[in-house]
Every structure is written in C-alpha cells, then in structure tokens.
C-alpha cells in the first residue's frame, strides 16, 4: 500500500509514528493509499524544521519573496491538471470542480504576489516636536494551519501564501482523509524556490492537531472544519496563548421571494445544493420559499435534478461520490428521518443509478419539502445532496428563520426587487451574503468568513484581515537629537 507520508524541511519524512490511516478513492470505494500518522516526536520534528527556517525566511527581502510567489503562481497554473487529479481521486468531486476549487485557491496566491504593498508599514512625521512614530508589521513565526477534507487544495491556500508572503513558516495539517494534496503543493513550493522548512505538512490526526495547539513553537493557529472541532481549537489555542482564528460548520438558507426570477432560482438551487455533492461550507442547503412560490419552484428544481449526471469525477459527470461510506451512510440517514419527522421526500437520492463503480461512495440529489423547524434534518449541517425546503408566509418570517439559526455562513436572497434586497444585507446576520448570488465566495482580496458559530476568532481567511492576522505591529517612537535638545520633562511631550 503506497504510503503518503511527511513533508519537513523540503523532503518526504515517513516520521517515527507506527499509526496509519487509510485513504480511500470514494468512486471506486476501495482504499487506494496509506497516510502517516504523526506522533509527538513528528509534531517536534516538524515544528523545529519551521522554527529553523524562520530566521532566514523573514529576513529574506520582500522583492525575493514576492519573486517565488509569482513563480508559484505560475506552475500552479500550469500544472494544475496534476492536482485535480489528484482531488478527485481522493475527494470524489468531479474533475472540473477540482480545477474551480484549485482557481479560487489561485485567486490568493495572485493576491499574495502584491505582498510589498500589503506589508507597507505608516509614518508620522513630527508627531511630536522632533519625535517620529512609524509602525512596522512583522511575522509571528512559526504557523500553524489544519485543513478539513472538502477543499484539499483551496482551503490551505486561503491562509499558507498570505502566511509565507508575510514572512512566517507554516506546519499544515491538512485533512487524514485527502492528503495528497498537500503534498503535491509542497513539492510545488520546493520547485518555486521557497527555501526548505518555510513550507511542512504534517499529516495524522487528533494527535497532531493537539500536538500542534500545545506546542510552545507555534505562534498561531488558521483551522477550518466543523463546528465543535473549530470552538475546541480556538478554546484550546487561545488558553495556550496563540492568536487563533477557526472557521466552523454551515446551514445556508436561500431565501426567494415571489418576485424572483424563478427559473434562475431552480437553476441557483440545484448548482448550489449539489455541486460538490452538498459537501461545501457555502452550499445551499435550504431554500426558504416565500409563499405563494413553492409550488411553482419544486417542480423546476426536481426537473433540474433528474438531469444531474452522478458518477465517477474521472469520467463525464456532474456530480461525484461522497467522501467516504461512513459519511454517505450518515448522510443517507437523514431522509429516513426526514420522513418519518412529517417532511415530504420529493427526491430520493438513494435511488441513484451512478456512472462507476458499484463499491462507490453514491447518494444522488435529495430534495425534501415541507422539513418541519424541529427536525435534525433543519437543524444539523448534513453536509451532502440533500437540499430542504421550508416554507414561509413573509420576507419577514424568512429572516426571522435565518437570523435564530446557530450559524451565519452565507446566505443568499433571490428577488428582483432592490429595496428587499437591501434590506436583507443589512439585517441579516450572516458574514457572506448574494444577492441573486447562490455560492458568495468573495474574492482574495475581500476576506472568507462566516458569523455566530460558523466563526470563533475575530479574522477572517485572506484579504486585508489576512494580513493582519499573520503580523504583529511594532510601532516605532524616535527622536534623532540635535544640540537643541533640553532639560528634564517628566511629563508627556505635549507638542
Ligand atoms: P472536521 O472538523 O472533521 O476536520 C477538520 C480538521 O480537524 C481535520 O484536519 C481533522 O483531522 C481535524 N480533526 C478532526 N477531529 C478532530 C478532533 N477531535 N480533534 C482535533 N482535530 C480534529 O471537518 P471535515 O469533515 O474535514 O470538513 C467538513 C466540515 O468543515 C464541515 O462542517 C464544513 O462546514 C466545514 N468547513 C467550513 C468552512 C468554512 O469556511 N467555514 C470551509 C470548509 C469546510
């Protein structure tokens, strides 16, 4: 069985830890590869390959850095078929989600080449009488990163450019169940020209994320994930005295009022609700329908969705197999309960007929109408193809809805009617709002992240705030004396 293993100070390390993990390819449903499992004494060794490297790396110029993140840039570019292969053997979605997955992650690393700019300090001039104050926005260190499975490549580079760009070293820890990735970016780096140890991956589980919280080494932790695991990790990483921001779970409602272009809704739903299988923290999982539009709409989404081809991502498919059975099977168990909680099982995706291998991983599109508030199924994240729809009698019952729900992600309205639309952006409380928009991922240089428990910490991924969070500011008070300098003044200086 291949192993994946390490990656410290520019090569593969198997590590000393005996525990593996299995790797699986979901189309197929059969384990296609082996993943190392770090043990303490991979943790150290990983962490003091980037505590090594730190010292040079942030003394490296900007104009240097600036120089390998474009060449990054630019073989990520293109060779970025290698990858999304890779993605899908792993993950299951399909190859051209991967290459999508793969541009977003992009869109940060171009962001990052304009490091210079973004790491430009302020200045005062005569602050005070002869007194100059500048600031100065330095590295943390070393950095930590752990990733969760459904963005193998993307959500990594959400954080590890800007970390690089801003002169820190960085051990991702990305997830046990698509490891691959990781390593393929790392070997990437190495040929960009980044120096050994800037860039580590260290691959396992529970015993690495914590080895990584614990560790005195590691300045700061970025982790995406579900909601429990994230409110664990900023619990544990604040107590431990590290900067910490953790991405958590999702519910994103679509709210459509009755106004709304309704074949774009269905169109929205659908793209929304099932690409990637369901499994995105920015997926669509319930439509609030404003009433009277219901019955009109779920004919054109379940329409729609008879034409979603569901298959093996190699092959000409819309829609992959989900990660692994356990996850296909928890998933699956939600139209069992749906059902039996009164809601009306419209589409049964168990009733797929795949394009693959038997063995896959398969659950078709699923929507479920008339899903009552009380039900797991609203109120969990199910993380799959299953779309709910809840029916309202207002705009205001909608957002009334969306506001009592524990996660503020994203979320998305559909109308044609621009005062509604306005209103909604400024009374919904959720991070990442569309307007028409079904998936709001903004671009690099705005910032990803969610409200409420979709986000513990106070930054978000990328953008300005990336930055922030993966500097500390020095400011800088100065008076170069002249021969006029005088006297005692054990007071401020108040001119
Ligand atoms: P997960 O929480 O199971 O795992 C995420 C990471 O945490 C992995 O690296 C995993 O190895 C590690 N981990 C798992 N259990 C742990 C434990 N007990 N202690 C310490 N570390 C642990 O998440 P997942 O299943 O890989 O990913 C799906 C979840 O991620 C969904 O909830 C999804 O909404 C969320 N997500 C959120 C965003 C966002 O931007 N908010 C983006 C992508 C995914």
């Known amino acids: 069985m291949k192993l994946v293993p390490h990656w410290v100070s520019g090569s593969e390390f198997a590590g000393n830890g005996a525990r593996r993990g299995e790797v699986f390819d979901p189309a197929k449903g059969i384990q296609s590869k082996e993943v190392a499992f770090a043990d303490q004494s991979d943790i150290d060794a990983s962490v003091a390959a980037a505590s090594a490297a730190f010292p040079s790396w942030r003394d490296t110029s900007l104009a240097k850095r600036s120089a390998i993140m474009f060449r990054f840039r630019e073989l990520l570019d293109a060779k970025k078929g290698e990858l999304a292969e890779i993605i899908t053997e792993e993950h ?3 190859v051209s989600d991967a290459l999508g997955e793969i541009s977003r992650g992009l869109e940060v690393v171009d962001f990052a080449c304009g490091l210079p700019h973004l790491l430009k300090g302020e200045y005062s001039e005569n602050a005070s009488t002869s007194i100059d104050v500048y600031s100065m926005k330095q590295p943390l260190g070393v950095v930590g990163i752990i990733s969760p499975f459904n963005f193998p490549a993307m959500v990594p580079m959400w954080f590890f450019p800007v970390a690089i760009a801003a002169g820190n070293t960085v051990v991702l820890k990305p997830s046990e169940k698509d490891p691959s990735s990781a390593m393929w970016i790392a070997r990437l780096l190495s040929e960009a020209g980044l120096p050994d140890g800037v860039f580590n991956v260290l691959h396992g589980d529970k015993v690495a994320v914590d080895g990584l919280l614990e560790h005195p080494e590691v300045r700061s932790i970025s982790f995406v994930g579900s909601t429990p695991i994230a409110q664990y990790i900023y619990e544990t990483a604040a107590k431990n005295g590290k900067r910490v921001q953790a991405l958590g779970g999702a519910k994103n409602h679509m709210l459509v009022l009755p106004d709304a272009d309704l074949d774009l809704v269905a169109d929205s739903a659908v793209n929304a609700g099932f690409g990637s299988a369901g499994e995105r923290c920015m997926a669509i999982s319930v439509v609030v329908a404003v009433e009277p539009v219901a019955d009109d709409l779920i004919p054109k989404i379940s329409e729609r969705m008879k034409q979603i081809k569901v298959g093996d991502g190699r092959r000409s498919c819309d829609m992959g197999p989900l990660v692994t059975k356990q996850h296909r099977d928890k998933v699956a168990s939600y139209i069992d309960i749906a059902a039996s909680d009164g809601a009306e099982v419209v589409v049964d995706g168990r009733d797929v007929n795949p394009d693959g291998d038997a063995g896959g991983y398969w659950l078709g ?38 506001n009592s729900g524990a996660f503020g992600n994203g979320t998305a309205i559909f109308t044609n009617d621009g005062g509604a639309a306005r209103r909604f952006q400024h009374e919904v409380e959720v991070g990442m709002i569309g307007i028409n928009v079904p998936i709001p991922v903004p671009v690099a240089y705005f910032s990803f992240g969610g409200w409420k428990h979709s986000l513990f910490g106070d930054s978000r991924a990328h953008g300005e705030e990336g930055f922030r969070f993966f500097t500390q500011t020095k400011v800088v008070t100065s008076r170069w004396l002249d021969p006029s300098h005088g006297g005692l003044n054990l007071g401020f200086p108040q001119n």
């Open 92 to 94: 299951g979605k399909v």
């Open 365 to 402: 599109p699923t929507l479920i109408d008339r899903v009552p508030l009380t039900s797991k199924v609203y109120r969990e994240e199910i993380f799959g193809p299953v779309l709910s729809v809840v029916r309202v009698a207002s705009y205001e019952e909608g957002l009334e809805l969306i």
